[in-house]
Structures are given as structure tokens and as C-alpha cells.
């Protein structure tokens, strides 16, 4: 596609419900980003995957939060036993070798927990 | 750990004047890339401008430029001739070049607002 795509764009769940939210990169850019954006906040780093490489997780908050990346393709954040702080926009974010540190980022997927 | 400091939460501007932003960073690495990075309301981050850390002049685009202090660990934001559709919230990253991950750094932003 054009642009990094996600779905869904919002999200209202239950305390204590699974949630996937997804993202599909920029065709052809190896690495791929998440952030999770607090209302008025700043970016805070999740994970990063580059091509085929581990995935530096450094940034996930706890063990319910996990995420997957098959290659260049599509990924895939998952937060189990969501609690009231998961709430907030997450971004996800591609980026290609050839145009180092230019991230695209998609439009974000709103997840408010109740 | 780097970390990235914008000390300036909120600043506002007339139009057609000119504004800065202020950035600091903290890290013991040489190589390294800098970045502002613009949201305006609708959410979708795009970039402004980047600096890299090994070259001395500071980068330009357009009405962005940057004024990079290396030894001070300095990076701010100045936009000349400001337009309503500055307005956004803007923050400052850092993409540390060794060590193998590139993930990228962000401040906590600053909400700009340009009046008329």
C-alpha cells in the first residue's frame, strides 16, 4: 500500500480482555516499529523488528504484551488481560534501509480499556 | 540508556514570526542520528528534519532549521516565517547508530500553536 496501514482504529474493550491490534508496513521497509502514545504524552518504545533479526523487545511494559512479525510482512501486538492503563493510541511506524531514521507512521490504533 | 528532554511543554507564536524549540539529549555514543518529528491534530507523525551527529552544519529545510551542539548535547528547532499549519505537537528523537538496534528515542513533545 501507499502508507502503513492499522486497524482498528479504535478500539473499546473490557478489563481483562485480549486485544490484537495490527499493522502492515510501507511495502519493501525492513524495519517496523510500535509505540504506545498516553493522552498528551510522548512516544514510548514497545519493540522494533528489523528484517529476520530478534526484535528488540526492550521496551515492552509486561509479559502481557507480546508481538509478532513473519518476515517484511505484517504485525501483529497483542495485549492480553488488558488493564485501564493499556489505554491509548498505539503507532506503528516502517522504515527502510535506504532512507535511515525516516520512520512512517501509521494512523494509530485508539484502544480505550473500560 | 539515552534519553531525550524537551523542556518546553507548550509554546505559541504569531504568525510569520519566528520560533524555536528547545532539545536536549544525553548519550555516551559518537554516531548517532537526530530528528524532529511534526503531529499535527490529526495524528499521523511525519518527519521535519534530521541532523546527522558526524556532520557539523546543521541541517535545513525550507523554513526548519536546526541548531546542533554537539558537545552541549544540544538540538533545537527553529521555524522561520510560522504558518497556521505549524501548529502540531513536535518532538525530538534520537537513533543511536552502534549497538544494533536503531530504535528511535522521543522527548515528550511540545505543543505548538501558531495564532493569527
Known amino acids: 500500500g501507499a502508507g502503513v496501514s492499522q486497524s482498528p482504529s479504535n478500539k473499546v474493550t473490557e478489563k481483562g480482555k485480549d486485544v490484537e491490534l495490527r499493522c502492515d508496513p510501507i511495502?519493501?521497509?525492513?524495519?517496523l516499529y510500535w509505540y504506545r502514545q498516553r493522552l498528551g504524552q510522548g512516544l514510548e518504545f514497545l519493540i522494533y523488528?528489523?528484517?529476520?533479526?530478534?526484535?528488540?523487545k526492550s521496551g515492552l511494559p509486561s509479559d502481557r504484551f507480546s508481538a509478532e512479525r513473519t518476515g517484511e510482512s505484517v504485525s501483529t501486538l497483542t495485549i492480553q488481560r488488558t488493564q485501564q492503563e493499556d489505554s491509548a493510541v498505539y503507532l506503528c511506524?516502517?522504515?527502510?534501509?535506504?532512507?535511515?531514521?525516516?520512520?512512517?507512521f501509521g494512523e494509530g490504533s485508539r484502544l480505550t480499556v473500560l | 540508556a539515552q534519553t531525550v528532554t524537551q523542556s518546553q511543554p507548550e509554546m505559541s507564536v504569531q504568525e510569520a514570526e519566528t520560533v524555536t524549540l528547545s532539545c536536549t539529549y544525553d548519550?555516551?555514543?559518537?554516531?548517532?542520528?537526530l530528528f524532529w518529528y511534526k503531529q499535527p491534530p490529526s495524528r499521523q507523525m511525519i518527519l521535519v528534519i534530521r541532523?546527522?551527529?558526524?556532520?557539523?552544519q546543521n541541517a535545513t529545510e525550507n523554513r526548519f532549521s536546526v541548531n546542533f551542539q554537539k558537545a552541549a548535547k544540544s538540538f533545537s528547532l527553529k521555524i522561520s516565517d510560522s504558518q497556521l499549519g505549524d501548529t502540531a505537537m513536535y518532538f525530538c528523537?534520537?537513533?543511536?547508530?552502534?549497538?544494533?538496534?536503531?530504535?528511535?528515542?522521543f522527548g515528550k513533545g511540545t505543543k505548538l500553536t501558531v495564532n493569527p
Open positions: 511506524a516502517s522504515s527502510s534501509y535506504k532512507n535511515t531514521g525516516e520512520l512512517f
Open positions: 511495502s519493501g521497509h525492513t524495519a
Open positions: 523488528f528489523q528484517g529476520n533479526s530478534a526484535p528488540d
Open positions: 548519550t555516551s555514543e559518537s554516531n548517532y542520528y
Open positions: 541532523q546527522e551527529a558526524y556532520k557539523q
Open positions: 528523537a534520537f537513533m543511536n547508530l552502534q549497538g544494533g538496534s536503531e530504535k528511535l528515542v
